[in-house]
């Protein structure tokens, strides 16, 4: 796999395109363990379509976590999708009908939660990834809960104005998502795409994304060294990652601050306290400082 390169692209078996077959079958895996904290029925038929064996396999049971997924990303995946499940629902219950799901590969949300009547989602990602997904859940049968529209746009070009073609209105508040996102982006960019969601924010909407820490000296090669490990052991399994050339390392702008600077009110939450709070076990080896990652959310 090529380090990162502007103007890159992938499918759902390569690059980026993977991290995010990856979170579907993190998600297929935490949906059987326990659906009291996420239920993503389309999580394990997604992945199967995808075609990846290994990530088949462990989504629909049929191998067991073992060494390749710790027990502790199944349980990222249930904190993480209920806190952006209830950031939605309590967004458009709050009387917001516009909702922007960025980056948003196999995520299921338009056709899963009970959005209410007259939400429009749009949904924003590669063109290879939007396609893919929305044939293979026509395929399924599955039906948008919402009012669905994909939006087929890189985030590193014009994407408001794809958004804009499909009927998105800044004039109106918006809830907007970018999970398991900004670390893909080069920080540069993660500003850009941070002052443009601000941009397009009409007052009262709302936004939710992770706010990681900048490491401390000598952390990101520790991050380095575990995720070469991890990726080791996928590739041992045929699945094309190298996740730490995946990422854009260095020195960047923590996302809660940064929009707090531009006018969001934000509350937030660690990976560590949503544990406790959901009644999982707490995290004991944390070298790549997971629990200290903080989801935020709030309103301009």
Do not use: C
Not at 238 to 260: C, H, K, W
Request: zero cysteines; aromatic letters at 8%.
């Amino acid at each position: 796999m090529s380090t990162r390169h502007d103007g890159d692209s992938w499918d759902l078996a390569s690059s980026v395109g993977t991290t995010a077959t990856m979170a579907a079958t993190a998600r297929a895996m935490a949906t059987r363990a326990d659906r009291s904290l996420i239920d993503d029925p389309f999580a394990e038929p997604l992945v199967r379509a995808v075609g990846v064996d290994s990530l088949t396999r462990l989504a629909s049971g049929e191998t067991a976590p073992g060494e390749l997924v710790e027990q502790v990303w199944i349980d990222v995946a249930k904190v993480r999708t209920k806190f952006y499940d209830e950031f939605f629902l309590d967004a458009t219950e709050a009387g917001i009908a516009q909702v922007v799901i960025l980056a948003s590969g196999l995520d299921s949300r338009a056709y899963r939660l009970p959005w209410p009547a007259g939400t429009v989602v749009y949904e924003l990602d590669q063109p290879q990834v939007i396609e893919f997904k929305t044939r293979t859940l026509a395929e399924l049968g599955a039906e948008p809960t919402a009012d669905r529209r994909a939006v087929a746009a890189d985030l590193r070009a014009d994407w408001p104005g794809a958004l804009g073609a499909v009927g998105f209105d800044p004039a109106q508040p918006t809830a907007w998502s970018a999970e398991g996102l900004l670390g893909y982006l080069p920080p540069e960019a993660q500003d850009d795409l941070l002052d443009r969601i601000t941009e397009l924010s009409a007052p009262g909407s709302r936004v939710a994304t992770e706010s990681r820490p900048n490491p401390r000296p000598g952390e990101e090669d520790e991050t380095k060294e575990r995720l070469n490990r991890m990726s080791e052991r996928w590739r041992e399994q045929s699945v094309d990652t190298d996740m730490a050339r995946l990422r854009y390392f260095g020195e960047r702008n923590e996302a809660g601050p940064y929009l707090a600077d531009r006018g969001w009110t934000l509350t937030g939450i660690t990976i560590r306290e949503l544990f406790a709070v959901n009644g999982l076990p707490a995290l004991t080896d944390d070298g790549m400082r997971m629990g200290d990652m903080r989801y935020v959310s709030g309103i301009l």
